[in-house]
């Protein structure tokens, strides 16, 4: 058997997987089995920002493993507050709790939110709302907060009381606001969804309504957050702060681990007991984290994000300038959907033959989360394999 098939043989079929089977990065790219090169614009689902093989990002793992891997949450590390020092300094919030996912951050998210309106109400009978084409991951709680009824529907009866409100349509919000509503939870900009960006009268005006029912607003910055737009954040770019913000994906750049963050009136409803990790932030975790924000300062990296982007977004119109199937460009920073008129699904596969890693979101949107650390040479790569893609499908 090769590979795939032994996958096929061994591994749940739960992903639609490719017939790859990659060995190893370096920069930019990675290597499968048979030596083949790939160009790589979507960094392991938008985790991967510093590319492969980043040498202090490695070096740093490499000795922490060295002195210390786990040792649970009984007791303090050094690389653990650090890591937690940094989330602070960056989001602007107070406290932070380590998780090992996104899942899990949204899911901490969600019991702090419910456990602020028990301790405000004295009953456990909250209601959150989400938004249609939103994700929040795939645990039974996390995927009712997913506004998509196909990760649901052989899951039921699901746990949370969960509304879905319209993205950018405040008055669908409106509507959905009771007594009971404890929690907002939304993605600046919706990832899986298919790259959907937040306008900024909206998000600030979930703000707004939040303020004035004593509601928690949760931002989900797993996919958009850590540098991929921009700004360290992306609600930076909206002038406004979160009460609970959920990271994962590019805070430890390979090594799993995500946290949710909130600011000290929502962070002090949590107790002693009411939430746990064994895992959640142990000292390789901390040091991945602090290693991350480290590099990411001292190597100017959200600037050059600015730059280069704006570059990809130059190719990329000049591409849908040429190419009328191409009906929209979306996104902010380095986090782009391209949007067909027709199904994606043969471009995406085209481009991977030919050397190139992009993944749909959605059936029509063809989505690129490239490593922070592309130039103009890899970004004219892409839109040459891209093109020739486009014209086997016209
Ligand atoms: C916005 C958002 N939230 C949550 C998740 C779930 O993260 P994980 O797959 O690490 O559980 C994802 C994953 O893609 C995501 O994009």
Do not use: W
Not at 155 to 178: C, H, M, R, W
């Amino acid at each position: 058997m090769n590979y795939y098939e032994q996958s096929l043989d061994a591994l749940m079929h739960a992903y639609g997987r490719f017939d790859v089977t990659f060995d190893h990065g370096e920069g930019v790219h990675l290597y499968d089995v048979n030596h083949k090169e790939y160009l790589d614009f979507f960094s392991g689902i938008g985790v991967n920002s510093l590319g492969y093989n980043y040498p202090e990002y490695v070096a740093s793992m490499e000795k922490q493993m060295h002195r210390l891997m786990h040792i649970s949450n009984y007791f303090n590390t050094v690389e653990t507050i650090e890591a937690a020092n940094c989330i602070k300094k960056a989001t602007k919030l107070d406290k932070v709790f380590f998780t090992n996912s996104g899942a899990e951050s949204t899911e901490g998210a969600l019991k702090l939110a419910r456990k602020y309106y028990y301790l405000k109400h004295g009953k456990a009978d909250s209601e959150v709302i989400s938004f249609h084409h939103s994700f929040h991951g795939r645990t039974t709680g996390s995927v009712k907060l997913t506004g998509n009824p196909n990760y649901q529907k052989a899951f039921g009866p699901l746990i949370e009381e969960v509304q879905y409100a319209t993205l950018n349509d405040l008055d669908s919000v409106k509507s959905l606001i009771n007594d009971k509503t404890a929690a907002i939870i939304v993605e600046p900009v919706q990832g899986e969804g298919g790259v959907h960006v937040c306008t900024k009268d909206f998000l600030q005006g979930l703000r707004q309504l939040c303020n004035e029912h004593d509601i928690a607003l949760i931002l989900d910055e797993v996919q958009c957050g850590m540098g991929r737009t921009g700004t360290i954040m992306t609600y930076f770019q909206y002038d406004i702060m979160p009460d609970i913000l959920c990271m994962a994906k590019g805070i430890g750049a390979g090594f799993p681990m995500g946290a949710f963050v909130a600011n000290e009136k929502f962070a002090s409803a949590m107790q002693p007991g009411d939430h746990g990790s064994t895992y959640g932030g142990n000292p390789m975790a901390g040091n991945a984290c602090r290693t991350v924000f480290q590099i990411i300062e001292e190597k100017n990296l959200l600037s050059h994000v600015q730059e280069i982007s704006e570059y990809v977004i130059e190719k990329l119109d000049e591409l849908k300038d040429r190419y009328p199937c191409i009906k929209e460009r979306r996104g902010l920073g380095l986090m782009i959907g391209l949007e067909f008129d027709r199904p994606v699904k043969d471009i995406v596969k085209s481009c991977l033959d030919k050397g190139l890693i992009v993944v749909t979101a959605g059936p029509h949107v063809v989505r690129m989360l490239p490593p922070f650390i592309i130039e103009e040479k890899d970004v004219d790569q892409m839109i040459h394999i891209l093109e020739s893609a486009i014209q086997e499908i016209l």
